[in-house]
């Protein structure tokens, strides 16, 4: 299968991973490939897995506002409300102002059916148990992980992504790299939620409304 995709790059100047230029507004046809994952942890047989690049980018909410919801103020960086755990998990977020993403969120969209059924529900925080994730700012210093510098954070973007407005670096040292968020949120402010920088730092921060930040999806599987 492929999947089309009309050229919408952040600069002028991207180049896909073979080096060739990408073209604003050309049509490409990327062939559907299997996402290829980085153990984080395995424990008898339980597999904690995050996506080795990015592979999409959207945005965290569509607005900065607050919102009421059963009669309790959500910010906008709320994880539990947001726009992307929706997406991810393919969940109907009408109910708090996001799209119904039933069947066509990634969960539904990136695995077959015998896939998903090895994708195990994991406590997330507080009391969600998701089946896709974001991974946490604790996880960045988490050195069980893989995580011990910032080189070890940073990830490239896939060919892509590259052409759908994800922010790419285009310098040298860094050159394909992307900023991906992560699901915890800025306490200090409500509209902004960390993120992992082009360059590995886990303390930067986004707007929850920037839709060239990038997405690595994070799952656990049990494999008998």
Same mark, same amino acid.
């Given at each position: 299968e492929y999947k089309k995709i009309v050229a919408n790059p952040y600069w002028g100047d991207y180049k896909f991973s073979n080096g060739k230029e990408i073209i604003k507004g050309n049509t490409y046809y990327f062939e559907v490939e299997p996402i290829i994952w980085r153990v984080l942890e395995e424990k008898n047989g339980t597999y904690e897995?995050?996506?080795?690049?990015?592979?999409?980018?959207?945005?965290?909410?569509?607005?900065?506002?607050?919102?009421?919801i059963n009669g309790k103020t959500i910010y906008a960086n709320n994880y539990e409300y947001s726009n992307i755990r929706a997406w991810l998990n393919g969940y109907?977020?009408?109910?708090?102002?996001?799209?119904?993403? $039933?069947?066509?969120?990634?969960?539904?969209?990136?695995?077959?059916?015998e896939e998903q059924e090895i994708i195990n529900k994991t406590l997330v925080e507080n009391n969600l148990h998701d089946r896709i994730y974001l991974l946490s700012k604790s996880d960045m210093s988490d050195t069980n992980y893989g995580f011990i510098n910032d080189s070890t954070r940073k990830a490239l973007i896939s060919d892509m992504a590259r052409?759908?407005?994800?922010?790419?670096?285009?310098?040298?040292?860094?050159?394909?790299?992307?900023?991906?968020?992560?699901?915890?949120?800025?306490?200090?402010?409500?509209?902004? $939620?960390?993120?992992?920088?082009?360059?590995?730092?886990? $303390?930067?921060?986004?707007?929850?409304i920037d839709n060239t930040t990038g997405i690595r999806p994070a799952i656990t599987i049990t494999i008998e």
């Open positions: 897995l995050v996506s080795e690049m990015i592979i999409d980018n959207k945005e965290f909410f569509f607005s900065t506002s607050e919102r009421i109907d977020g009408s109910a708090y102002d996001v799209k119904n993403y $039933t069947n066509i969120g990634f969960f539904d969209i990136a695995f077959m059916r052409c759908s407005n994800c922010y790419m670096s285009t310098y040298a040292l860094n050159y394909g790299t992307g900023n991906w968020w992560l699901r915890s949120c800025d306490l200090n402010l409500s509209f902004v $939620t960390y993120i992992v920088s082009v360059d590995g730092d886990a $303390t930067s921060s986004n707007s929850v």
